[in-house]
């Protein structure tokens, strides 16, 4: 009896430890999207959590942008990049890694090991080149040198899905091939469709990560109408008059919606995803 | 002929090829190309607006030399490495330990500590970062309502590195998952064993959880590794681009951008650009070399 209640107290410290600890953790997420209720004073000022009121004043300037440029140009850019790149990044990953993980071809083991090594590279070390390269092809301001590189393949996604693919029994393969599949015929109507779970996995990383890419646009676009979300919202920072906190909440609480949804919706993949390959999040 | 034609494009050289392609351009043209370049300009000094001199080792001189700022850059970049490397990591592995009891609220907790993982990397929330460790900001509102003093957080050189820290160690979701994963691999025999042997559960963190999970550490250190020394989004949210005060917070890639892109110093950018490369190569090296004493596979 007395080792069952020392038990019960246990577990109910262990629950509430996690669970404030987990409070506390999401907190700064929930502060921001509360503050985007709030007016400028209540941000600075209170230590509330909860608004005084739920207005939707902020949404409304927040959404005016800057200049003559709204908030719908800049989630369409974001949305523009980020879809095309992350169509890119899946089929161009798929195709390499099947390359990789399914055909005997000479040479695959150095290619291989390239591939690897990309991974380690820092980006800045080619940054600076493959800016002046794309200077000189006069593709400043465009959307090229943001998507172009992603229909090339992406390194930690060619990885996970060769992990994935060494999970599909060769026999399969053979019984395709034995049939009159050849090698491309293979990759279209079996492998690829058994690897439906890695290109959701790979859809929605590449999506939330492509979403929130800061350095590339930074460096490539000039011209507020080509902004994606994440600079203008870093804009109201910079404003030279004062910041309008609460518009640049709001902004950053819809700039997390897809994100968020993503976690609601595709967390199994994300967590899948994590764990097998050893992405960083 | 038709059939020579086919047996060309069914040869397993030709397919590996053709689905190798993509992989093979990109790293010609995205790789290797711009580090040719990127090497060469580290030998010349370049303003985008005249054509490249070539001025020998002069700015690897000039770095080791004559920068003072290249220097700080180094050192704060270590500290902070470093530091939260170390947080990040132990966190992720003590909180990972925790929640592999199989309840049925773990998962969901697992989901809530991954979130800052998931959103960290943005601007919004290093935004918000800023604003919770500003003058008039969460934090210090909490001190003052306490009853201590306000903290210019971003104005103390001593200080200023800190936020940037706590937000990485607060982003230890996915290393924690990929901890978790490794937890699921070590068999359970190994522990009622131990328990048997009257071992509690300290030492069996230390002489099973630890050794068996070592592969896993290592990974996930020479990861962070990497892309801490790279980190660059947070601190340029925060410090406004400029790595203030007094370059405390002057990370190496924030301070190669700014020679880049700011005082337009190309060829001197691309030498500190092949400096990271080579502390980065080093230090994974090293990381390597000592794992065969504290890394164990599981067929040893």
Redesign the interface.
């Known amino acids: 009896m007395k080792r069952h209640t020392q038990r019960t107290i246990h577990t109910a410290v262990y629950h509430f430890l996690i669970f404030f600890f987990g409070l506390l953790m999401v907190y700064p997420v929930i502060w921001m999207v509360m503050g985007s209720f709030k007016d400028n004073a209540e941000i600075l000022n209170g230590i509330n959590l909860f608004p005084a009121s739920f207005k939707p004043d902020n949404y409304l300037t927040g959404w005016r942008g800057f200049g003559r440029v709204t908030f719908a140009t800049f989630f369409g850019n974001s949305f523009h990049i980020t879809i095309l790149a992350t169509i890119g990044t899946t089929l161009s990953s798929a195709l390499i890694a099947y390359a990789f993980s399914r055909v005997k071809f000479k040479g695959r083991k150095f290619w291989f090991a390239c591939m690897l090594s990309t991974m380690m590279l820092p980006s800045q070390l080619v940054l600076i080149p493959q800016y002046i390269i794309f200077m000189k092809l006069k593709l400043i301001n465009t959307y090229v040198p943001l998507i172009l590189p992603h229909f090339l393949g992406q390194a930690f996604f060619i990885y996970m899905m060769m992990q994935f693919m060494a999970g599909i029994p060769k026999e399969l393969d053979e019984a395709a091939f034995i049939d009159g599949c050849s090698k491309y015929t293979i990759f279209g109507r079996i492998i690829f469709p058994l690897i439906s779970p890695a290109i959701i996995t790979t859809v929605i990383i590449q999506f939330y990560w492509k979403w929130d890419e800061f350095l590339q646009p930074l460096i490539y676009l000039n011209r507020p109408t080509k902004y994606p979300a994440s600079i203008a919202i870093k804009m109201f920072a910079d404003a030279s008059s004062t910041t309008d906190y609460g518009a640049m909440f709001a902004m950053s609480t819809l700039s997390l919606v897809p994100v968020f949804c993503i976690f609601l919706f595709f967390n199994r993949y994300l967590m899948e995803g994590i764990s097998t390959s050893g992405l960083k999040g | 002929m038709d059939s020579r034609v086919r047996r060309f494009?069914?040869n397993?050289?030709?397919?590996?090829?053709?689905?190798?392609m993509?992989?093979?351009?990109?790293?010609l043209?995205?790789?290797i190309?711009?580090?040719g370049?990127?090497l060469y300009?580290s030998f010349t000094k370049y303003n985008?607006l005249k054509s490249p001199v070539f001025i020998g080792a002069r700015n690897y001189i000039r770095l080791f030399t004559d920068d003072a700022r290249f220097a700080k850059s180094i050192g704060v970049t270590f500290y902070y490495v470093v530091v939260s490397v170390f947080l990040k990591l132990t966190f992720a592995l003590l909180?990972a330990v925790?929640?592999t009891r199989r309840e049925k609220?773990l998962g969901f907790?697992?989901?809530?500590?991954?979130?800052?993982?998931?959103?960290?990397?943005?601007?919004?929330?290093a935004?918000?970062?800023?604003?919770?460790f500003a003058t008039?900001g969460?934090f210090n509102?909490?001190r003052v309502?306490m009853g201590f003093e306000r903290l210019s957080w971003f104005g103390d050189p001593k200080l200023a590195i800190w936020p940037l820290i706590l937000m990485a160690v607060?982003?230890f979701?996915?290393s924690m998952?990929?901890f978790?994963?490794g937890l699921k691999q070590i068999p359970t025999t190994y522990y009622e064993a131990a328990k048997i042997d009257g071992a509690g559960s300290v030492r069996r963190f230390f002489s099973i959880t630890l050794p068996c999970l070592s592969p896993v550490i290592l990974?996930?250190l020479?990861?962070?590794l990497?892309?801490g020394?790279?980190s660059?989004?947070q601190v340029?949210?925060i410090s406004?681009g400029t790595g203030d005060p007094n370059d405390a917070t002057n990370f190496i890639?924030l301070y190669?951008?700014n020679q880049?892109?700011k005082y337009n110093e190309?060829g001197y950018?691309?030498s500190i650009?092949?400096v990271?490369?080579v502390i980065?190569s080093i230090l994974?090296f090293i990381v390597f070399k000592t794992s065969k004493h504290w890394v164990f596979y599981g067929n040893e």
């Open positions: 494009w069914n397993e050289n030709t397919v590996g090829y053709v689905f190798a993509p992989f093979i351009v990109g790293f043209c995205f790789t190309i711009p580090m370049v990127s300009f985008m909180v925790l929640l609220l907790y697992r989901s809530v500590y991954y979130l800052p993982s998931l959103v960290g990397g943005s601007v919004s929330v935004l918000v970062w800023k604003q919770l008039k969460l509102n909490l309502a607060w982003q979701g996915s998952i990929i978790a994963a990974f996930n020479v990861m962070q990497i892309s020394f790279m660059f989004t340029y949210i406004n890639a190669t951008y880049a892109f190309m950018a691309s650009a092949w990271l490369l980065i994974t």
